[in-house]
């Protein structure tokens, strides 16, 4: 049978915030991931905290941010509908796959960590032996989810995600609801970053597996084949 990876991507347009500053999905996360999971012949499906439409965050669509895979899928009218007709988590049998991934950019910061829907997915994923990966503040949706027992998934495994240094040489932190980093060590993660900002950086954690920001997302989604390669 074939594999099945779940994206998440965000519902949120822009910061909840005096500014209403505009965020949304970095689209080479996802596309980048889904290039990968592709070619391997993986079926995927998308879904959303809310369901429906995925914004998309403008910084990420602009050169050199904006590279062959995204702008592929920006002109890809059937691509973009998948973004504009998100799953609803309702509508998903955890059952039906092997893998969840966590899409970035700083909108998910907001939707992401008090969506039940989506904590009750990766719990059933992840408790049925699949695999819950992220990249960059994909982690977010990773901070509130605890598996049956009760403890934090994250709880004593290694992760990493985007870090508070890189929002500060970016020129965001200002904007940030909160410190993704550092919530992430109060979970009880064992964090972790590459030396030097804004390099690709993966953690792989048994069957967790995490990209610290967007030019990690092929090397995450290639790491999650990996994985999933030695499973029957």
Excluded at 10 to 31: A, K, R
Excluded at 195 to 200: D, E, G, K, M, T
Aim: hydrophobic letters at 40%.
């Amino acid at each position: 049978m074939k594999k099945r990876i779940l994206n998440v991507v965000s519902n949120v347009g822009q910061f909840d915030d005096p500014t209403h500053h505009p965020t949304g999905l970095w689209l080479s996360e996802l596309t980048h991931a889904w290039d990968v999971f592709a070619e391997h012949g993986y079926e995927q499906r998308i879904v959303s905290p809310g369901g429906g439409n995925s914004p998309l965050e403008p910084r990420a669509l602009k050169w050199p941010l904006l590279d062959r895979s995204a702008r592929t899928w920006l002109e890809d009218g059937a691509k973009m509908a998948l973004l504009a007709n998100t799953a609803k988590p309702e509508d998903i049998d955890a059952t039906e796959f092997d893998a969840i991934y966590f899409t970035g950019g700083h909108a998910v910061m907001l939707d992401f960590p008090d969506s039940k829907g989506l904590q009750t997915i990766t719990r059933k994923i992840w408790e049925a032996g699949g695999i819950v990966s992220a990249v960059c503040h994909g982690y977010c949706g990773l901070l509130n989810t605890r598996l049956s027992p009760g403890a934090h998934l994250v709880s004593g495994r290694r992760v990493t995600g985007f870090s508070w240094n890189e929002e500060v040489l970016a020129g965001v932190a200002k904007l940030m609801p909160y410190n993704a980093e550092a919530e992430m060590k109060r979970r009880g993660s064992r964090y972790d970053k590459a030396l030097l900002p804004f390099v690709s950086h993966v953690v792989a954690d048994g069957r967790l597996i995490t990209g610290q920001n967007p030019f990690s997302a092929k090397a995450t989604a290639t790491r999650v084949v990996e994985v999933l390669s030695t499973r029957a």
